[in-house]
């Protein structure tokens, strides 16, 4: 009798394995399910992180552009053709060999262009008669 005990029937065994594998599929299911997730988060956290880093190779361009310019402004800015320009501008001053042209302060507003009323009404050869006869 107690070697019956111990022996199961085919049955049994059959269930316990079947058991034993529908928890073995189940674990694999569950951990394929995590790993392809964690593989598509990392996936998206490559692209983000790529295109963060491009975002950041052009703004590093720009600045490098613009770093650039300000160092020829600034190397300009310290020349003595800057500085002669600045001080005949600013101050009035020049050097040995310039010619000064003295106006006459009245005159003040020249008008350089012809006043022409737009509105004029005729036909266009009239208004090239008006424009060059007056």
């Known amino acids: ?3 019956s005990i111990i022996i199961m029937d085919k049955k049994q065994v059959v269930k316990k394995i079947g058991l034993k594998m529908a928890v073995i599929e189940a674990i694999l299911m569950i951990l394929s399910i995590t790993m392809i997730i964690n593989i598509y988060s990392q996936f998206c ?3 983000d992180a790529e295109r963060k880093n491009l975002e950041l190779q052009i703004k590093l361009q720009k600045l490098e552009e613009t770093n650039n310019n300000l160092a020829k402004k600034l190397e300009y ?16 001053l020049g050097s040995p060999g310039d010619y000064w042209i003295k106006t006459d302060s009245s005159i003040k507003d020249i008008d350089l262009y012809p006043k022409y009323d737009q509105n004029v009404s005729g036909s266009i050869f009239m208004k090239w008669i008006r424009l060059f006869t007056r």
Do not use: N, P, Q
């Not at 800015?77 to 009035?92: I, Q, V």
């Open 1 to 3: 009798m107690a070697y």
């Open 45 to 47: 956290t490559l692209k």
């Open 77 to 92: 800015a310290t020349s003595s053709a800057f500085l002669d320009e600045e001080a005949r501008d600013k101050f009035g």
